[in-house]
């Protein structure tokens, strides 16, 4: 499945993210030099209706056209393109691009046998550093993501914002497969569509093209907002759910995404349950233990939160939902910093 070029295709460059299935067979890794040897890695289109990753590259390397040598070697994967052609997360059949990463709980497959390949590949070539550009379906600040509570880690996720998010759970993810092989990250840019998550990516990306070196020295208490993810939300499979008043069993605020990094208190309203219980969601943990009434409590059909959280990624794409999850549920970590 995976194609891999040691230069830019032509024309790949004018290519919207729903036109390159035109240009590329399928998902590719392209190598390219760079002043400094030892690459970075960039992901995009782990999703493919997340299209920030591959406008923010493609106006990058337009400024590196006409034989300017970049900062430093650079080896891009591209991802989910035929799910890109369809403006779909993925496609009927296909495994999520981003849950199927060396590490995953996933079942085999062609996806999972090709990331595999991709790791294995860039094992070889060392990378500098790995970068993972995603949008997002709700309201939700720009935001970086890392899965080791390690300095060189927290200063690249610092670059892009203040606002870190450390987790453990989903497994399979990209920037969990390479924290293995280099400091790693993962970007969360906005909606779709939004110019300034394109333009943030853009300079970001930039400025790791441009790093020497990953600093050492711990990140100070003041420097960060750090977050922890301690569980994930989803709507059980049989239970029929939605934002309007009607047949569904679990009808939920229709301003939920409004929720997102806010820290609301106990007795929270989510939504309405009818004719269900608490396993109308499914809650688990970091070590996949389902915690639902931890979290969450019904009291006369009202579901509210059991305790003082933090979501993160509420969304309100009933698509992105029943393929993905409702939310995160995050709580303030910055008093582990100490463990850099």
């Not at 569509?193 to 970001?204: D, F, K, M, Q, R």
Request: charged share 20%.
């Amino acid at each position: 499945m995976l194609t891999q070029y040691d230069h830019i295709p032509d024309g790949l460059l004018t290519l919207e993210a729903d036109q390159l299935i035109g240009q590329l067979p399928g998902p590719s890794l392209i190598h390219l030099p760079g002043r400094k040897p030892q690459p970075l890695f960039v992901s995009v289109l782990m999703h493919g209706n997340e299209h920030v990753g591959w406008e923010a590259i493609r106006l990058l390397l337009k400024r590196y056209q006409g034989g300017k040598e970049l900062p430093r070697s650079l080896s891009l994967f591209i991802g989910n393109v035929a799910a890109a052609a369809e403006h779909k997360r993925l496609l009927p059949g296909q495994s999520d691009y981003n849950r199927v990463w060396p590490g995953c709980q996933a079942a085999e497959s062609a996806e999972r046998r090709m990331m595999a390949q991709v790791v294995d590949l860039m094992r070889e070539r060392k990378p500098f550093a790995s970068v993972d550009v995603h949008n997002n379906t709700g309201l939700n600040p720009h935001y970086a993501c890392v899965n080791k509570l390690d300095s060189a880690f927290l200063h690249l996720a610092l670059l892009f914002s203040r606002t870190v998010v450390y987790f453990l759970r989903p497994k399979g993810v990209q920037s969990m497969a390479f924290a293995e092989l280099c400091p790693s990250v993962t970007l969360e840019c906005g909606k779709v569509g939004s110019a300034h998550g394109v333009e943030h990516a853009l300079e970001y990306l930039e400025a790791c093209l441009h790093l020497a070196e990953h600093p050492q020295h711990p990140v100070a208490h003041q420097d960060i907002d750090l977050f922890h993810t301690v569980a994930q939300v989803k709507v059980a499979g049989d239970t029929r759910f939605g934002f309007s008043p009607g047949e569904s069993e679990l009808v939920f605020d229709p301003d939920l995404d409004h929720m997102n990094f806010r820290e609301l208190p106990a007795g929270t309203l989510f939504g309405w349950v009818n004719g269900r219980g608490i396993e109308a969601l499914d809650v688990r943990d970091e070590q996949g233990a389902e915690v639902a009434r931890d979290y969450f409590q019904i009291d006369d059909g009202q579901l509210c939160l059991n305790r003082s959280v933090m979501p993160s990624m509420l969304t309100k794409n009933l698509e992105v939902i029943k393929q993905d999850c409702l939310c995160y549920l995050m709580e303030r970590y910055t008093a582990h910093l100490d463990q850099q």
